[in-house]
């Protein structure tokens, strides 16, 4: 089998092939460190997902959130989440996308987590293009 799951370097520079990596509390990373989910969806109007890897849905809250579903959900909770919004015309400013930061939708679970978009006033904006990586 020539598939490489992770390339370690150790201190002393040597590499080593399919070694097990591991997080900063122990934790076993799967693939290496690689995304274990992303996407890119469309958060006006009827929201949709233009492409995405491991996301099975997203569900429209309310203007500016969403809840973000998982296909094959996450080992735990404490995954990290990276997110970005497109500018939208007519708004001063880039978006702020923020990852459970209001509560209504509960916290992260193993199989899906909310997020906000706040145009710079800090008010709940529904943005044209949301970009969201997931990393656990």
Do not use: E
């Amino acid at each position: 089998d020539s598939t490489v799951d992770s390339i370690v370097m150790a201190s002393d520079g040597t590499l080593a092939f399919g070694a097990a990596v591991t997080d900063s509390a122990g934790v076993a990373i799967q693939g290496g460190g690689a995304a274990q989910a992303w996407v890119n969806f469309n958060g006006t109007g009827t929201v949709a997902i233009r492409r995405a890897f491991n996301v099975s849905s997203i569900t429209d809250n309310a203007t500016g959130n969403y809840t973000v579903n998982f296909t094959t959900a996450m080992q735990d909770a404490d995954y990290a989440v990276a997110a970005l919004g497109d500018f939208t015309l007519g708004v001063d400013g880039l978006p702020i996308i923020a990852a459970n930061s209001d509560g209504t939708n509960g916290s992260k679970t193993t199989s899906a987590f909310s997020i906000t978009s706040y145009v710079p006033a800090f008010s709940l904006s529904d943005v044209q293009g949301i970009y969201v990586t997931i990393f656990s």
